[in-house]
T-cell receptor
């Protein structure tokens, strides 16, 4: 069974640009969550999607958005990038919300210069 | 709001037991988790415990939960150099999200 796949693994962007990150959950998993990991703030919840609906959102500005497709794949978008957006972005999937055993992908390392 | 705290560092000798501690504030937590992160990698789920349990054992891992004190611990028996990593505890209460601790960096010395 393939794990959670995140693409790309590494990304370098310039301030002011926008970026789209992709996450393919484990087959059969319909819940996808996104987290941001930085040395200063640690792991912070961004949002969760289930059945193409955003069910919960963390405390991030509106520049951070996401969506989920009918095949459960998810994308997150960050517009008008700032230096502070440099982070490891992690995606996690589970069969359904609050199901134990969220499985994480390897993450996308975003560097904003 | 939810808050999860861990000590930052732990150093042990190979073959000894490691105990990583965590405290949390959300009494509505349903599951509590331990994740492992190696350099440059994502998070690997090690084990979890349901909030109505006191203890869970899984091979070299033992999780203890003191719900009254909101204290969670992870014991790794016979710690090996391959166990060197950052360990995160996390709780899931309401809202379908995980709240993570700051992470404990475990260093295993020969």
């Amino acid at each position: 069974k393939a794990g959670v796949t995140q693409t790309p693994r590494y990304l370098i962007k310039t301030r002011g640009q926008q970026v789209t990150l992709s996450c393919s959950p484990i087959s059969g998993h319909r819940s996808v969550s996104w987290y941001q990991q930085t040395p200063g703030q640690g792991l912070q919840f961004l949002f969760e999607y289930f059945s193409e609906t955003q069910r919960n959102k963390g405390n991030f500005p509106g520049r951070f958005s996401g969506r989920q497709f009918s095949n459960s794949r998810s994308e997150m978008n960050v517009s008008t990038l700032e230096l502070g957006d440099s982070a490891l972005y992690l995606c996690a999937s589970s069969p359904k919300p609050s199901e134990y055993g969220y499985t994480f992908g390897s993450g996308t390392r975003l560097t904003v210069v | 709001g939810e808050d999860v705290e861990q000590s930052l560092f732990l150093s042990v000798r190979e073959g000894d037991s490691s105990v990583i501690n965590c405290t949390y504030t959300d009494s509505s937590s349903t599951y509590l988790y331990w994740y492992k992160q190696e350099p440059g990698a994502g998070l690997q789920l090690l084990t979890y415990i349901f909030s109505n349990m006191d203890m869970k054992q899984d091979q070299r891992l033992t999780v203890l939960l003191n719900k009254k004190d909101k204290h969670l611990s992870l014991r790794i028996a016979d710690t090996q150099t391959g166990d060197s990593a950052i360990y995160f505890c996390a709780e899931s209460g309401g809202g379908n999200k995980l709240t993570f601790g700051t992470g404990t960096q475990l260093k295993v010395e020969l």
